[in-house]
Structures are given as C-alpha cells and as structure tokens.
C-alpha cells in the first residue's frame, strides 16, 4: 500500500494562476480531506467529502474548490491563486467507522506552495 | 464555538527528562481525541487516540495521555524523552457524530542533549 500521496511536493506560481493539487489514496477509505498548515495556526480544514460525489466545506473553503469522482482521488484546485494561499498543504483519509479502529487519519507527505 | 487549546507553543527538555504536553477542548460532550506528531518537513503520525473507556492510553513511542473530562482535557506524557522525539505535537478532536476534525495550534519540542 502506498498510503496517502500527494503531488507535486512543491509549486510556485504566480497571483492569478490556477492549479490542482492532486491527493490519491489505496485503502479504500470514504472519508478523505484536505488541510492548510500555517505557522502558529495549526492544521485548518478546507473541504472534505464522505465519499465518491459527496463534499462539503471545512473552516477555511474560500478559494479553493474539489471533486470527489471516485473513492480513491480528491483534488484541490485553486482557480486564481493569491499570495494569501501560500502555506503546505496536507491531504488525509480515513475509514468511516463512528468508533474503534477506523476513526485514524493517515496524511500524506504535502503539498509546498508558495504564490507570488 | 468548538476549539482546541495547546497553550504551550515551545517547549524544551533535556534528553532523559520527562515530558508533559497539555491539550483541552471546549465541546459539549466528550469527542473523539487524538495526538499526532510531526517531524520536520514530513506529514503527521498518530501516536493515540481516545474514545471511551480507559481514560489512559497508550500509544507509540512510549507516548501515553490522559483524558479528563472534568478538565476537558487530554494531556500527552512520556517518562523519558529521547532527542529523536524532537518535534511539533498536535492535539485534535472529532466531534461524535461528525466527520470535521479540529487541530489545536501546535505544540514546538526541543529535546537538549
């Protein structure tokens, strides 16, 4: 199993243009999101989803759009990026048990982006 | 509104010292809880979770935590600090019934040799 994978590792583009950060994942997990890590501010949910067709906004959803199409990608696209999107993305999934075992968030490795 | 607190944001131990970093949560009922660790430049890890029961929990690394529900809190130890633990801690809880984990602000572990 590869886990959790991200790509690219690192990205820099330019104010206003647009790209899609990719997130897969092989274990069959339902539960899948995406997080934006900042100095001093922890990790800040942006949107996540329950599952293939089904996503829903986190904390911080302004500027950034997914899709889930199918139980194993979710991709985040920034349609026109600002200098304020600068930070290190995390992607996660998890299972989509209420207890026990399943509840565990597994991360890939991020996603470095800086806008100028 | 729903948060997590990590009131320390540096901490520094020497190697073989022990180890206490605090969380508390303000939720109405108890959430899921969990720690996970972050080394520099990589993703997180879970070192352990919470649900019910036992309210000490072991987990990796020789990691253990707490919860407290009269201090709404969940506090991560570890008898004797190794410099590989060198890291930033964080705490974070699931409300049951939700799918919206949220992260409290981080905690920065300096270990001294």
């Known amino acids: 199993n590869a886990g959790v994978t991200q790509t690219p590792k690192f990205q820099v583009l330019k104010t206003g243009q647009s790209m899609t950060l990719q997130c897969a994942q092989d274990m069959n997990h339902e539960y899948m999101s995406w997080y934006r890590q900042d100095p001093g501010m922890g990790l800040r949910l942006i949107h996540y989803s329950v599952g293939a067709g089904i996503t829903d906004q986190g904390e911080v959803p302004n500027g950034y759009n997914v899709s889930r199409s199918t139980t194993e990608d979710f991709p985040l696209r920034l349609l026109s990026a600002a200098p304020s999107q600068t930070s290190v993305y995390f992607c996660?999934?998890?299972?989509?048990?209420?207890?026990?075992?399943?509840?565990?968030?597994?991360f890939g490795p991020g996603t470095r982006l800086t806008v100028l | 509104a729903q948060s997590v607190t990590q009131p320390d944001i540096h901490i520094t131990v020497s190697e073989g010292a022990s180890l206490e970093l605090r969380c508390n949560y303000s939720y109405g009922a108890t959430p899921y809880l969990f720690w996970y660790v972050q080394s520099p430049g990589q993703g997180l890890q879970l070192l352990l979770k919470?649900?019910?029961?036992?309210?000490l929990v072991q987990g990796i690394k020789g990691f253990e935590a707490e919860f407290k529900r009269s201090q709404s809190s969940f506090n991560l130890r570890k008898p004797s600090v190794h410099w590989s633990d060198a890291a930033e801690y964080f705490c974070a809880v699931r409300k049951m019934g939700t799918y919206k984990y949220i992260f409290g602000t981080g905690t920065r572990l300096k270990v001294l040799a």
């Open positions: 919470y649900f019910s029961g036992d309210t």
């Open positions: 996660a999934s998890s299972s989509p048990s209420w207890g026990g075992v399943g509840n565990e968030q597994f």
